[in-house]
């Protein structure tokens, strides 16, 4: 059996240490190496491992999760690719059955129209006989016309030699002559002197007769519109064409400068 230990009789029966020479407990004890060194390197490579396995797994997870998304977006485009080649053919289907009525409709239609054509062509050889009737009734009325023309124009050109001496003092005093525009009822006036560094430059403009109101159709350099409008216009009421004759000239005169 183990004997207690007693602390006042342990330290009667042991003579007394001096200070400087006692040692305490802990020196007493023996020196013990537990590695915790070792042990913390260990547990570093273990952390650096584990965080290597985790990085994997969730590198192999976001791979098979892309990979997964790739085929179901693979398998959704296969079934809108199959489902538009199902609208096809059911758009084609449709347009087929459609054709097939519609020349059913437009070989009755041929029908009804040939049928048409035939009653319309004996209208017609009805209707060309009463054209030939009109025509003669045309040539009729048109050498009437012919005959009143040519009377007109024996007025005009009676009338032009009358006016003549007129027209040779405005032609002398504003410097212009009259030529043929090319067209019918279409009268060019051509203006000189109205440059004062080049006599001989013209100005000219087109005065059309073809209505009862004139109208100044082309005209070089250009002017002001309102202001030959306004011209035309005075033309118009008074029928004056000396004053408009000399307005334009005017005009032509300050676009010059």
Not at 40 to 49: D, G, I, L, P, Q
Not at 173 to 191: P, T
Not at 203 to 218: C, I, N, P, Q
Request: hydrophobic letters at 35%.
């Amino acid at each position: 059996m183990a004997t207690l230990f007693e602390p006042m009789l342990s330290s009667s029966s042991r003579p007394p240490l001096s200070t400087a020479s006692a040692l305490s407990v802990a020196d007493t004890l023996p020196t013990i190496n537990f590695g915790f060194e070792e042990l913390r390197e260990r547990m570093a490579r273990f952390t650096h491992r584990f965080d290597g396995f985790i990085a994997e797994g969730r590198k192999r997870v976001l791979e098979e999760r892309n990979q997964f998304r790739m085929n179901v977006a693979e398998l959704h485009e296969d079934q809108r690719m199959k489902q538009r080649s199902i609208e096809i053919l059911s758009h084609k289907s449709t347009a087929h059955a459609q054709n097939v009525a519609k020349e059913a409709a437009e070989t009755s239609e041929m029908h009804a129209a040939i049928a048409n054509i035939t009653s319309q062509r004996d209208a017609r050889s009805a209707h060309r006989e009463r054209l030939r009737a009109d025509i003669s009734s045309i040539h009729k009325s048109i050498g009437q016309r012919l005959d009143a023309q040519r009377q007109h124009a024996a007025y005009l050109d009676a009338q032009t030699r009358h006016n003549q001496p007129e027209l040779d003092f405005w032609q002398d005093y504003l410097c212009f002559r009259i030529e043929g525009a090319g067209v019918v009822d279409r009268l060019k006036f051509v203006f000189t002197h109205v440059d004062e560094r080049e006599w001989e430059k013209e100005a000219w403009f087109e005065l059309s007769t073809e209505k009862r109101d004139y109208e100044v159709l082309g005209m070089r350099p250009k002017v002001e519109r309102e202001k030959v409008d306004a011209c035309v216009e005075r033309l118009n009421e008074s029928r004056d064409l000396g004053l408009f004759l000399k307005g334009m000239r005017k005009l032509f005169v300050e676009g010059m400068k």
